[in-house]
């Protein structure tokens, strides 16, 4: 029996479903975080976990298993290709995250998908192809992301007990929090893009001055990307991500909303029945 992997895959974490040639559900995963360019074994550790879940159960056996991957990282060839050596499936695909959510949440359709979480990555599919922006990662781009709010939080944190720029109480409590500028730079030599990210909830809804700046800049980042993607069209835009909710709440009014059509596990799906004539 033929069976389907789709995998969707991020800096915080992995989620994995089999299904049947009908489209049926017969097993879910999850797994830990699956980012193929910073921690490439870290990521086939999750997804072998989350796979694994899925097999149990399904009752089925990775050889078995026809498998589309769309991972953080998988943007980048060399990566991705090792990716698909370390995986024991039938047939096995590994792409970018952006690919897979895209199919996910726009379906076979044309529109632009903005997904923010603990990175970032934004894409126009037109006429089944993709055009992406962003989804570089946390040292080189992911523009509006949890990981990069964080970091910026924490810079301006330092800046303002500089006296570089005004201090604001948020700014003042998280010096505090983490002991000042030793704390902060202590954390940030080890910390991972997810723990960056686990400080933006603290921006989203706040009235302290820097955080509405450090997310009016953001906002300002996502807006132009879209605005890129477009391309003078007025494309339908899906907001997806833990972020998603707050930048559609900002852009309100600038496009045409709409809400996902799936997730990335079933864009993945979608993709990896389509390797099969």
Do not use: K
């Amino acid at each position: 029996m033929v069976l389907y992997l789709g995998i969707d895959g991020g800096g915080t974490g992995c989620r994995a479903a089999i299904a049947d040639a009908q489209g049926r559900i017969l097993g879910r995963g999850e797994g830990g975080p699956a980012n193929i360019n910073s921690d490439p074994f870290g990521a086939t550790a999750s997804v072998l976990a989350a796979t694994t879940a899925a097999i149990v159960q399904a009752g089925a056996e990775g050889r078995d298993l026809i498998a589309v991957l769309g991972l953080a990282g998988g943007g980048q060839s060399a990566a991705a290709r090792a990716m698909e050596a370390r995986l024991p499936f039938a047939r096995r695909l590994v792409v970018n995250d952006a690919v897979t959510a895209a199919r996910g949440a726009l379906g076979p359709g044309d529109g632009i998908l903005v997904a923010v979480g603990t990175g970032s990555v934004m894409a126009a599919q037109r006429g089944g192809q993709l055009q992406q922006i962003g989804g570089r990662g946390f040292l080189m781009g992911d523009e509006g992301s949890g990981a990069v709010l964080g970091r910026t939080l924490l810079a301006q944190a330092m800046r303002a007990g500089d006296g570089v720029i005004a201090d604001t109480p948020l700014l003042a409590a998280l010096r505090e929090e983490f002991g000042g500028f030793e704390g902060i730079i202590a954390f940030g030599t080890t910390a991972t893009p997810a723990r960056f990210a686990a400080l933006a909830p603290r921006l989203v809804g706040s009235h302290d001055p820097a955080a509405r700046a450090i997310l009016d800049q953001a906002t300002a980042q996502i807006a132009d990307a879209v605005r890129v993607l477009q391309r003078g069209d007025d494309l339908p835009v899906v907001f997806t991500g833990g972020l998603g909710p707050a930048y559609a709440a900002r852009l309100a009014g600038s496009w045409t909303v709409q809400p996902a059509q799936g997730s990335g596990v079933d864009g993945a799906l979608a993709l990896a029945r389509a390797l099969v004539p």
